[in-house]
């Protein structure tokens, strides 16, 4: 399978026009469209990512040991 790279920007309706393509016309191709703006994407993904202050002692059990009911 052939990729191409082409940018574009959306228009006030909402269409993107692709210009200049090299393909056969009527050859059936296959579009995925991304936003190249990754800070917008990533904060939109990652919506906690640099909320974490502190880190007492990430691999410390959350319970004591003797606390589990199940060691009982």
Do not use: C, H
């Not at 990729?3 to 692709?18: D, F, H, K, M, S």
């Not at 016309?25 to 990652?46: D, F, H, M, P, Y």
């Amino acid at each position: 399978m052939e990729a191409v790279r082409v940018e574009a920007i959306v228009q006030p309706n909402g269409r993107i026009i692709l210009d200049d393509l090299p393909f056969e016309e009527g050859k059936q191709v296959e579009i995925i469209v991304l936003n190249t703006n990754t800070n917008e994407v990533a904060s939109r993904s990652n919506p906690l990512k640099g909320s974490v202050l502190k880190y007492d002692d990430p691999f410390e059990p959350a319970a004591a040991i003797e606390d589990w009911e199940v060691l009982r």
